[in-house]
């Protein structure tokens, strides 16, 4: 493992931590506007002077924003109050503002049009303003199960959002404890034992399993998981697909259990992010399947700012390349498990990792290997492929002590 962690530890120790640019995209919403004016006003209030210290004179006379894409094909000024000039300064000199995807959705191309150009199959329902924007037609049906999540999660972002709006979420955040260091976490697991470090899965059910375990007790498991060695948890927070929940994540985290909690939710809003962090996540999965790249690269600001990491996770090769072109990532997590298939081939992280091993390597950036690790063999297989860490669930889970069942997974104790 040597190389890469050193080199991951110390692009880390390098790593700037400073307040994310006020940038205000999110192709998860078709509300786009009045997530740029959220997150706009919270920001202005949250993280005063990202770039420059805003002058005086414009504290007393607040100026007009220009805000890109507020209307189709152009720009509209926007009087807004509480923004100060080194808000507008960043808006209007941030890199990721000027971008391709942002002139794209400017020239009037569709939300899931951009998506599709990157590769991604995942569409947006996002109920259309304009007739021919989104999918819009209330009876269509999703094509796979990440489609499905993905559009019940749509509803359910806007719904807790009505109830917490950005703003508050944010000044949770705030006050949550710091983030602890996911990826420390798991190279520290990593020298000590040998083998890959273990994100230890608190999962209660799954589309693809069902239920996998009746008396499900989050805060029992994940200290079993922890006292056997587990280098940091993942805890399922969505409810529909995974009978999780933020409550699990937060009783979790408020139980004493050391451990850095990564929340496995599908994210489609940075509001989530924030939410996360205010119940006590120390990273959080965004799924590229899902994400275009200016959501993701914008998403790994918010993280950076936040102090969480970004577990990002692929499963094909044209994700991965996509993935390795953002600035910043530094934890990649290859899923066996086809998300729209269910089907589960832990030879993917071996072909993934004979591609573009060396350019993970080159920039220091470490591999999770997840989904269908059942075996001291399988263990094996994907170290010897290269990953420093792995996920898994559904072999622990099921288990009578899941807490035992890691012992039997990798064929020996785990050092804590
Ligand atoms: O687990 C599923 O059925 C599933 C379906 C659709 C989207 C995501 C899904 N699972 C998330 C995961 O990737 C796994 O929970 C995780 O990698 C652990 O996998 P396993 O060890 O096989 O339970």
Redesign the pocket.
Known sequence: MGASITRSIKARQRAPHRPPPILLFSFATNSLFSVKMDSLLAASQLHPAPFSPAPSSARRSPPSVLVRGASRGGRAAVRCAAVTDSILYALQHDEMFNSEEVIQWESGKSINTIAAAQGIRIRRRCRPRYPSEGSGDDKAVPRN??EQ?VWDKEVEVSQRKAKKPLKKVMESSEHAPPARDFIGALTAAYSRNGVPALIA?V?KA????GVLRDNFHPVEIAQAYEQNGAACLSILTDEKHFQGSFENLETIRNSGVQCPLLCKEFVIDVWQIYYARSKGADAILLIAAVLPDLDMKYMLRVCRSLGMTALIEVHDERELDRVLKIDGVELIGI?N?S?ET?E?DTSNTRMLLEKRGNVMREKGILVVG????FTPDDVAYVQSAGVSAV?????LITEEDPGRAIAELFGKELLR
């Open positions: 199960i990440l999540i899965e999962k799954s589309p693809s399993r899923n498990r998300l269910f589960v997840e989904s269908g690790l996920l898994v669930g559904e072999s």
